[in-house]
């Protein structure tokens, strides 16, 4: 199962320096380990943009 991060109902929060909650906000994903429905029927993409913003990915190496 995949996770749908373009998902409007997609939540990420940090909670300590390592630490990262990632939840549904309407409750329809399983919570350990979180994985979103297959064919969730509760699937809306996001409208606004992230056009501007800085995301940062765990899985990158610090750059030097």
Same mark, same amino acid.
């Given at each position: 199962m995949a996770i749908e991060?373009? !998902?409007r109902h997609y939540v990420m929060q940090t909670v300590r320096a390592s630490e990262r909650i990632e939840r !549904?906000?309407?409750? =329809?994903?399983?919570q350990i380990p979180? =994985? !979103?429905? #297959?064919g969730c029927v509760?699937? #809306?993409s996001r409208r606004t943009s992230s056009a501007g913003w800085h995301v =940062? #990915?765990?899985d990158r190496p610090d750059p030097d």
């Open positions: 991060k373009d !998902c !549904c906000r309407l409750g =329809a994903s399983q979180f =994985a !979103c429905p #297959e509760f699937y #809306e =940062a #990915e765990s």
